[in-house]
């Protein structure tokens, strides 16, 4: 390189730099700002509220009580479409000759 070319080059590299640093120094912010944000998503201390539900969301006795009589009458319709099903199995079983 020319002497002329060399002090042209550190000129340019004079104002450059501080500007490149500035640039630098705004992403790693906005970085470490976007960090943060999920740090205090993912790492969010629950306050007493947040972690004891509170009792209204609980099911009274009575609710579970109806919830139970209408399970048991499901099971029953669903134990006699299956008792039905196994009849009409055995029934076709029968007519094709299978045993």
Not at 58 to 79: C, G, K
């Amino acid at each position: 390189m020319h002497e002329s070319n060399r002090k042209e080059w550190t000129e340019y590299m004079r104002w450059i730099t501080p500007v490149l640093v500035t640039i630098c120094i705004f992403f790693l912010t906005v970085i470490n700002a976007k960090v943060d944000k999920i740090d205090d998503k993912l790492f969010k201390h629950l306050t007493n509220d947040e972690l004891h539900p509170p009792k209204t969301l609980f099911v009274t006795r009575a609710e579970f009580s109806i919830y139970q009589e209408f399970r048991a009458t499901q099971m029953e319709d669903f134990n006699d479409s299956m008792k039905e099903i196994k009849e009409l199995l055995r029934e076709h079983d029968k007519n094709t000759g299978r045993h």
